[in-house]
Each structure stands twice: as structure tokens, then as C-alpha cells.
């Protein structure tokens, strides 16, 4: 166990709709990161969070947005669902200080879009 | 842009075999590589972390190496067994301000009994 959750763990949404997904990061991280699995493919990052501001960007659109609450507990929010959003979606956190540093990653949130 | 690539996208070996798994990766302005494991439908499971400064790091069975200037690293597992059955993958830590990692595919390997 890494301490990250992510929750739900499975979510069936249609086209169109808004999903938020939720992960709490391990205890004393300050930095949560997202990232996009699809079916078959490696990881793909979304954006990242330090300390309630958003820290970097991948190649994703405006739809795909997050917040950092002060707990550093973090959310993932996209709207306009599309049917290739159905993917694994990934929280890890990190932020113990150094570099470079290990990520802690959650077990996921399975999205499906019918 | 940092591609990284895993060939071949699936192994299959008989228990007790030793194995290499393979990453390459085009830009070599990397602060760290890791190798991590996946199991069906789950997270991801941190193996080693090896630094830009390092050649290897190992862990019980498990060691990699990295040759950061060709762009290349190797995950060697010693005396395979069932349970290292997984999807294995390695990402790099680019040069800038965040964490951000970039993945490969991923290895998908098989042990037989």
C-alpha cells in the first residue's frame, strides 16, 4: 500500500457528462501529479499540483482541469466527455523533499464513457 | 520531445529463467529513470529509482542500469518466477521544473509454471 486513494475506483459515464475524480495523497506530501492511462499505453501526464497551484501542464485540453485543497488532497475534473476519455486515471503524490524523488501512485479510477 | 520505448511489448519464459527487459529513450537530458510494475486494471508499483548520475541500482532480484548517454537502460530479473507475472514499465524524469514522468508501453510479462 502506498497510502495514495483514489476514489471511485470504477465510474460509468456518457458523452457529454462531467466526472470529478478524487485522491488523497500520502501524509506529508505537498505535490499530487495525474496521469491518463488508456487501454494498452504507458501513462500520460495530465498536470501537476504543488501546494494548491498548478504545476505543469501536459498536452491535455481546458476541459481537463484539477484543484489542490490545503491538505494537498487533489481533484480531477473534465467536462464535455468524449468517448476517448475512457481510461485509468492515475494520482500520485510526492513532495518529501530532494530530488530526485520517488512518486507514490494511487490504484485508480477506471473511467468508462458510453 | 522524450519518447520512450519498450520492444518487445510482451514476454513470455518458463520460471527460473533470467530475463532483461529493455528501455530506450531519445533525449538523455534526464534527471532520473524508474522501472515500475503493473498488475491488471491497478496502479503502479515503484521497483527502482536509478539517478542521472548512477549505473545501476538493485533491489533483492531485480537490478538496472542505465547508460544515459546512448539512451538506454536494462531490468534484469534473476530466477523468474509466477509472481513477477506483471506489466513492467519504464519512465523518465525530464529536466524541468516538475516531476513529470514520461512512460513507455510497458513490457507485459508472462512466467510460466
Known amino acids: 500500500e502506498t497510502g495514495v486513494t483514489q476514489s471511485p475506483t470504477h465510474l460509468i459515464k456518457t458523452r457529454g457528462q462531467q466526472v470529478t475524480l478524487r485522491c488523497s495523497s500520502q501524509?506529508?506530501?505537498?505535490?499530487v501529479s495525474w496521469y491518463q492511462q488508456a487501454l494498452g499505453q504507458g501513462p500520460q501526464f495530465i498536470f501537476q499540483y504543488y501546494r494548491e497551484e498548478e504545476n505543469g501542464r501536459g498536452n491535455f485540453p481546458p476541459r481537463f482541469s484539477g484543484l489542490q485543497f490545503p491538505n494537498y488532497s487533489s481533484e480531477l475534473n473534465v467536462n464535455a466527455l468524449e468517448l476517448d476519455d475512457s481510461a485509468l486515471y492515475l494520482c500520485?503524490?510526492?513532495?518529501?523533499?530532494?530530488?530526485?524523488?520517488?512518486?507514490?501512485f494511487g490504484s485508480g479510477t477506471q473511467l468508462s464513457v458510453l | 520531445k522524450q519518447e520512450v520505448t519498450q520492444i518487445p511489448a510482451a514476454l513470455s519464459v518458463p520460471e527460473g529463467e533470467n530475463l532483461v527487459l529493455n528501455c530506450s529513450f531519445t533525449?538523455?537530458?534526464?534527471?532520473?529513470l524508474q522501472w515500475f510494475r503493473q498488475d491488471p486494471g491497478k496502479g503502479l508499483t515503484s521497483l527502482l529509482l536509478?539517478?542521472?548520475?548512477?549505473r545501476e541500482q538493485t533491489s533483492g532480484r531485480l537490478n538496472a542500469s542505465l547508460d544515459k548517454s546512448s539512451g538506454r537502460s536494462t531490468l534484469y530479473i534473476a530466477a523468474s518466477q509466477p509472481g513477477d507475472s506483471a506489466t513492467y514499465l519504464c519512465?523518465?524524469?525530464?529536466?524541468?521544473?516538475?516531476?513529470?514522468?514520461?512512460f513507455g508501453k510497458g513490457i507485459t510479462l508472462s512466467v510460466r509454471p
Open positions: 500520485a503524490s510526492s513532495g518529501l523533499g530532494g530530488h530526485p524523488e520517488k512518486l507514490f
Open positions: 519512465a523518465v524524469e525530464g529536466a524541468g521544473a516538475n516531476s513529470k514522468l514520461t
Open positions: 536509478i539517478q542521472s548520475s548512477q
Open positions: 533525449d538523455s537530458a534526464i534527471y532520473n
Open positions: 501524509s506529508g506530501h505537498n505535490t
